[in-house]
């Protein structure tokens, strides 16, 4: 089957800067991908790239087989950027409106249904809605353009708890419902660990671990021992990052290269988080996992 994003030694310069560097990544039909790094990290330069709003400086990038850019593309890619650009003077039902016209495949019904479960006056200007109403509005507008690849850019940042659930909760139904693969932005992995089957760590403009959260996290062990035997479990194993804690030391490892933990020390399965603090305060400059993607 063909995969929905393919991207090979992908790259992205402002000036001389590189952004983003050699990113190899592909995601299955279906797939809820979660893209996780620091400020500055290049997810917004990547996430661009996807929908055609920029152009690789080198690499390849194809989308449903096609060329990124491909007019085929425009139907098939939603995007909701990270500020949720609406008209402020607009009203709900004009933006929806607005919607209508742009997009070939709009779905009234489903965008009518979803504002009235919001309980949203359609008559109200978008400028006097509260910032989480205002990115739930703009999450309608980009579903009922019913695209194939939704991309998504920190979505929830500014939405408290409450507006934080319902989005996500929004999001997952459709999702299941349509089939959607989606790629998803945020700094918060626990925001992500309940929606998302793959994920991403892209860190200086470069993918350092990616591949299907289940492969990724029992690909690698969380150990813990005596600070003294910290240099052993170094020579035994590919360590990803290592904190030392009075006297004991807790290394993340690559599972696959090395032999079973001696029986003194404690050693897990990380879930989500741990993995991606690992590899966010590891330095270890690793590209893609192969085994996992
Ligand atoms: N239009 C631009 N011109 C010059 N440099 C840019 C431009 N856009 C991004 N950059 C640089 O590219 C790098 C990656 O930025 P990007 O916005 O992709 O990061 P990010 O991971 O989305 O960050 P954040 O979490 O803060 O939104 C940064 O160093 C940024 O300064």
Redesign the pocket.
Known sequence: MTAVIQASALSKR?RN?W?LRDVELTLPKGSVLGLV?P???????LLKLLVDLLEPNEGELTLFGLPAGHPDLRAKVGYLA?DHPLYRDFTITEMLRAGRVLNSRWDEDWAQARLAGLRLRPSKKIGTLSGGQQAQVALTITLAARPDLLVLDEPVASMDPLARRDFMGTLMEVVAERETTVVISS?VVSELERMCDHLAVLTNGRLRVAGETDALRSGHRLITCPVEDAERVQDAYTVIDRTDTGRQSTLLVRRDDGPAPQASWAHTTPDLEELVLGYLRGDTALTIDEAAT
């Open positions: 402002f800067t952004a790094g400020n500055g990290a290049g997810k917004t330069t990270q700094h």
